[in-house]
């Protein structure tokens, strides 16, 4: 499985930015985020088909993921960025097609290099 994530960058707060993952096939995916000094956390999940989303409430609102299967793309719209989002964000994906423990990356077998988004005040 391939992942290849982009779309970082610098933004100032109140921006927005679109992050894509481009995967080799078609999984139930996730991104996740880790900030300098702290543990990699869970943002937003989507499952195989798109039907199923879900977002942690710190990002809820201001977030969507979704996904175009004819593409194997999913991405992850941030608009009202605010300067605790800076991290790197990694797009990861799943075997099968269950949805329990989507917020554990334990559940991700695959992971993509991390792309750096930074908001600035």
């Known amino acids: 499985v391939q992942l290849q994530a982009s779309g970082g960058g610098l933004v100032q707060a109140g921006g927005s930015l679109r992050l894509s993952c481009a995967a080799s096939?078609?999984?139930?995916m996730g991104w996740f985020r880790q900030a300098p000094g702290k543990e990699r956390e869970f943002v937003a999940a989507?499952?195989?088909?798109?039907?199923?989303?879900s977002s942690a409430d710190s990002v809820k609102g201001r977030f969507t993921i979704s996904r175009d299967n004819a593409k194997n793309t999913v991405y992850l719209q941030m608009n009202s960025l605010k300067p605790e989002d800076t991290a790197v964000y990694y797009c990861?994906?799943?075997?099968?097609?269950?949805?329990?423990?989507?917020?554990?990356?334990?559940?991700?077998?695959?992971w993509g290099q991390g792309t750096q988004v930074t908001v600035s005040s």
């Open positions: 990861a994906a799943r075997d099968g097609s269950s949805w329990y423990g989507f917020v554990e990356q334990r559940r991700y077998a695959h």
């Open positions: 096939g078609t999984y139930a």
């Open positions: 989507i499952s195989r088909g798109g039907g199923t989303t």
